[in-house]
């Protein structure tokens, strides 16, 4: 039996690398999927690029998570589509390159409001419309442990984000709804080779050292799945053991 099977999944950020792969993982594990971004004509391309892959249906839904009317409305539309919310993915992000004294109160809230109120949004749906056994995956980042220079506002939201899934697990765990987040590393993306830090090699990357979105998908597959029943207030690495070098 797949995993999934009979079940709802809203991913976020769900037309970049992560995302695109973590719907799909849902998807051929059974998963009805709602796949959440800012553009309606790529969300199109991506539900058929999921219902290929094997999910039993999917559609896209236009959202910019920092919005709470966005998102009510995409949780709303799952719920009215499939009936049900059983797995919430936030891997929506934006990431910002000045150097920290350079950044303005707006380019703060900016990726605030996406990076940790996005997911603060998500969560607060899936608390007022998942049932027991649902699974919320919040997809952080090492820059929330481990930084370099130039990305303040992004570290600390993705730090943030894990205190967030902490509290997620600990007011979840009453409603049955687990909570954990995800640190990808270095991972084959557009996102990774567009950071100006990359480019300029400021931060290098040993190509042994960079992951695929796969790698996360699998990941967040588990966390989402009742494989995962006793893990909450987790987090998992999926960096190629980069955080563990001194």
Not at 59 to 87: H, L, M, P, Q, Y
Not at 113 to 122: I, M, P, R, T
Not at 130 to 145: C, D, E, L, Q
Request: some cysteine; proline content about 5%.
């Amino acid at each position: 039996m797949k995993r999934f099977e009979g079940k709802a999944a809203i991913v976020t950020g769900a037309t970049g690398g992560i995302g695109l792969a973590i719907c799909k993982r849902l998807g051929q594990e059974g998963a009805k999927v709602v796949a959440a971004g800012l553009r309606r004509d790529a969300l199109d391309d991506v539900a058929q690029q999921i219902k290929a892959a094997g999910a039993p249906d999917a559609f896209g839904s236009v959202c910019n998570v920092s919005d709470e009317a966005a998102v009510e409305a995409t949780a709303k539309a799952c719920v009215e589509r499939f009936g049900r919310i059983d797995v919430v993915v936030n891997n929506a992000g934006l990431m910002t390159f000045k150097p920290l004294e350079e950044f303005t109160p707006d380019d703060w809230r900016e990726v605030v409001q996406v990076d940790l109120l996005g997911a603060v949004h998500f969560t607060r749906e899936a608390f007022h419309r998942m049932g027991p056994g649902g699974a919320i995956v919040n997809i952080a980042s090492v820059h929330a442990v481990m930084t370099t220079p130039n990305v303040a506002p992004y570290a600390a939201a993705k730090a943030a984000l894990l205190s967030l899934t902490r509290s997620s697990a600990i007011e979840g765990k009453p409603k049955g709804i687990r909570a954990n987040a995800i640190l990808p590393g270095a991972i084959d993306t557009p996102m990774l080779w567009s950071n100006p830090n990359v480019k300029s090699g400021a931060e290098k990357l040993d190509p042994k050292d960079i992951g695929k979105p796969e790698d996360v998908a699998g990941a967040a597959a588990f966390l989402a799945s009742s494989d995962a029943a006793f893990v909450t207030g987790a987090s998992l690495e999926v960096d190629g053991g980069r955080l563990a070098q001194l």
